[in-house]
């Protein structure tokens, strides 16, 4: 019998990397129209190779884009990873249907629809920019929406583009007004974006234990938007506040 000590791995499969969806909800109506959704679309195709390597060995981050004006839309049918991510240009026309992009996300916050991955799931970065006010039923969007655990267990964050956002409907979809950031203008909207997309992604595919529990996730939700106000209320963002859209 061999002295060989016997490594119980051996024979063990490869553990499977931890999903998590990144979702991006986008107003395109028509007052995002010009510098707004242009700043969108270039600072949104900077940032896929930014968020590439952030899950490394423990998360495959996948990308959902949703674009709501007159109804909504995804981007892709399906999530798609970070790697074979092709940004798609955005219009900007029609109005703003926040409750319908609201009431979408709900149904695909499924593991019947987007959360259906084989292996086992962070919660989902959910992250909401907007310019204006809702021109549809946004309470029964955001009803439906606070029903899902995936929503109540994910980390959430949204950018008000301009002075015209609702600041109030921004922080009832994070739930906390500190994950909130206003972009006063396209310079700020870019750094803005940046720093909330990467910053969520690297806390939400961090893992805090085995199974991780409510107050995980409280504390990976509380953690963004501390960094995130933080960020916000930095001299780089603050110093060009005068100089808007």
Known sequence: MSDT?????DDAEEIAKKSM?????????????????GTVNSVMEELIPEIQDIGGADADIKLAV???S??????????????EFEWKPL??????????????????????????????????????????YPT???????????????????????VAIGEDADLEILARFTGNPDSVV??????????????????SSQIGSRSVRLAETAEDMRTKQDSAAEQIREFAESDEISADIEAGW
């Open 136 to 158: 549809d039923n946004y309470e029964k969007g955001l009803a439906e929406l606070s029903k899902n655990r995936w929503y109540s267990n994910g980390i959430k964050a949204a």
């Open 21 to 37: 969806v990144l979702f991006f909800l986008i107003d395109c109506s028509g007052s995002m129209g010009g510098s707004k959704i």
């Open 182 to 199: 206003t972009a006063h203008n396209g310079e700020a909207l870019a750094k803005l974006i940046k720093f909330v997309a990467v910053t």
């Open 66 to 68: 949703l674009k709501f």
């Open 91 to 132: 219009d900007a026309e029609n109005v703003t249907d926040l409750g319908a992009a609201l009431t979408e996300l709900a149904a695909k916050l499924s593991r019947n629809e987007f959360m259906k991955s084989p292996s086992l799931s962070f919660a989902p970065v959910m992250i909401l920019m907007s310019d204006g």
């Open 5 to 9: 000590p016997v490594n119980p791995f």
């Open 70 to 83: 007159g109804g909504c839309e995804w981007m892709y049918d399906t999530p798609i990873s970070i790697d």
